[in-house]
């Protein structure tokens, strides 16, 4: 049988043959030489099932094409439509010469056939990873011509913020909604996707190896907290710390919501330890020219009532934060690295004036500022959701957990258990339209 996470793309690959033609250009054999499919046999989602029963000799990209396949030309002019139609991409390009830069790098990444076929899978059955992955790749660039990149480093750069999401193609898409709630296992397999991404770009040596690198670091963070090596800053490559950034601002650009620029500006701002400080403060400057949204004044009074819970939030907060000492003594291990993750967090609240400590004088401060309410309701928001990841990591880094029967482990998992359930009561009673955490996966 494929293996797991395999299945996943396997059937998006079945799926594309019922969207247009997709054809065997080469037998489809077993492992054990079984031939599964003629060569010149059209195949569609009627085939899933017995492909699924088997291991095969090559990907099944490798065997496969489709009619309508995603080519350099089309990359070339999505990425023209995007600089001209959305005001944010157009400002990556405000200077002489660099709409050509960009969109040349964009229309000069390699496609071999396999490559080709997996974008043409995410394009027609997997659309927002194949739009996102595009939009990061702008991102990537503007951000790489800052840093005077040669123009082979672009290249090669902009295969990889294309190609660096395209392990989430072997990730369940039921799994990667946005109220999904992540099992252990799953969120393994999340972890998994930057190095499932590298293997398969590392099969193909039009790219250079520092393509398959970018992909494997694009979740990494700074400070030590991003998957799957845990990196920091210098120990990542100069084209890992642009696709971290870039995957980040695309991110929440994509969600399209209200304000989304307000949000991307306070993320970077409450996690700036997370991101190279000279990069970050080019997406500030970008973000400056941003429309503020008049519908943002009828947000007014939401806001308040949110900032009137932030005290009641945070009291909580501070009972949680007395009682980790305690659990974390008995269980050694999970303990340090909650407590390491809870003193990065609080170091980055203090520095954006929203540490516990801080919030009295920060409310007297602002007043009935609604611009201002509304920006501190989202660093609670955000700051609410990397506790909840906090909480997450420490189940999927510590699996026994779960399970343990010794005493100070299982307190340390109940109370992890209490503290997580007090942060899901308090965002129900979060408005509904309010965005998804954006560095959780």
Request: with cysteine; charged share 30%.
């Amino acid at each position: 049988m494929v293996k797991i996470g395999d299945e996943h793309y396997l059937k998006a690959a079945m799926q594309l043959g019922d969207l247009q033609t997709v054809v065997a250009h080469e037998a489809v054999y077993s492992r054990k030489g079984i031939k599964l499919v003629e060569r010149g046999v059209r195949v569609d989602g009627r085939l899933y099932q017995r492909l699924l029963n088997h291991k095969l000799q090559v990907p099944i990209d490798h065997s496969l094409s489709a009619e309508r396949t995603v080519t350099r030309d089309e990359l070339h002019d999505q990425a023209e439509r995007l600089l001209a139609e959305r005001p944010f991409y157009g400002r990556l390009a405000a200077r002489p010469g660099d709409r050509g830069t960009l969109l040349d790098a964009i229309g000069s990444i390699a496609l071999p056939k396999p490559i080709a076929f997996r974008l043409t899978v995410a394009r027609d059955c997997r659309a927002a990873v194949f739009g996102h992955s595009l939009q990061a790749s702008l991102i990537a660039l503007h951000l790489g011509m800052r840093r005077n990149l040669a123009a082979a480093e672009l290249r090669a750069l902009a295969a990889a913020a294309l190609l660096h999401d395209i392990g989430v193609l072997h990730i369940d898409p039921e799994v990667l909604q946005a109220d999904h709630r992540f099992t252990s296992a799953e969120r393994r397999q999340l972890h998994a996707h930057p190095l499932t991404g590298a293997m398969i770009v590392q099969q193909h040596p039009e790219y250079p190896p520092a393509v398959a690198r970018a992909i494997l670091e694009h979740h990494e963070r700074h400070d030590g907290t991003g998957y799957p090596r845990g990196l920091k800053g210098r120990e990542m490559s100069m084209m890992g710390r642009i696709m971290l950034l870039a995957e980040v601002v695309a991110a929440v650009l994509d969600k399209k919501a209200r304000g989304s620029g307000k949000r991307l500006s306070v993320i970077l701002r409450l996690n700036h330890v997370k991101f190279d400080r000279e990069m970050s403060q080019g997406i500030f400057e970008l973000l400056k020219r941003e429309v503020v949204d008049d519908a943002d004044v009828d947000r007014g009074q939401v806001d308040a009532d949110r900032l009137k819970r932030l005290r009641e939030e945070f009291g909580e907060w501070r009972q949680a934060r007395a009682e980790l000492e305690d659990y974390a003594a008995g269980a050694r291990a999970a303990g340090a690295f909650v407590a390491g993750r809870v003193e990065l967090l609080e170091r980055s609240l203090a520095d954006v004036g929203l540490h516990p400590d801080q919030l009295s004088s920060v409310s007297v401060d602002i007043g009935d500022q609604q611009t201002a309410i509304a920006e501190l309701a989202m660093l609670a928001h955000e700051a609410s959701w990397q506790l909840k990841e906090i909480i997450r990591d420490a189940f999927c880094r510590f699996p026994t957990l779960h399970t343990t029967e010794e005493p100070g482990e299982r307190a340390m998992r109940d109370w992890l258990v209490r503290l997580d359930g007090r942060l899901n009561r308090a965002g129900d009673k979060r408005s509904a339209d309010e965005a998804p955490p954006i560095l959780s996966g």
